[in-house]
């Protein structure tokens, strides 16, 4: 993109083109040029700035993010610590916090996109100040794989008494 309006590049061209040799006072397309690559420069400063702000608020909302995930464990756990006094109890119950917004992933499928190999800075500080439980995750995972279906249980004991297995 062009930070110079329209009109202005008209008269840039004129004076690359058939005004190149004409001098005025103070104009000439030697000094047009220059100022034209000033702006240019000041242009690609403020797209670099713009680039870096923009990095700086990703990194703020993550850092937000993962600090109100410890919050919300922080008052999980005051809470419980609080079930026999009252009036901390009740100082609890008026803090209200917002839901955590899910984790954004890495959109592996988009073209010229790398796979990434870490994890979110939100992800990282949430694991960070939560210790991993691998014996409670596996338990959970043993107990969803090995539980039966309710339905199969039910079908089993009538299929049982059904008057064709009785004979």
Known sequence: MNPQPSPVQAVLELFQGPLAEVRFADVDAARLADSARVVDAAAAAVAEQEAQLSELRQTLADRQDALLLLA??????????????????EQLSRITLPRASKPRKANSKAP????????????????????????????????????????KGKRRASEAHSPENTA
């Open 112 to 151: 010229g996109a790398e796979p990434s190999a870490t994890l979110e800075p939100a992800a990282e500080a949430a694991e960070a100040a939560e210790p991993a439980a691998p014996e409670v995750e596996a338990d959970a995972e043993a107990a969803a794989v090995e539980a039966p279906a309710p339905r």
């Open 72 to 89: 919300q464990r922080a008052l999980a756990y005051a809470r419980v610590y609080a079930e026999h006094d009252e009036s901390l109890s």
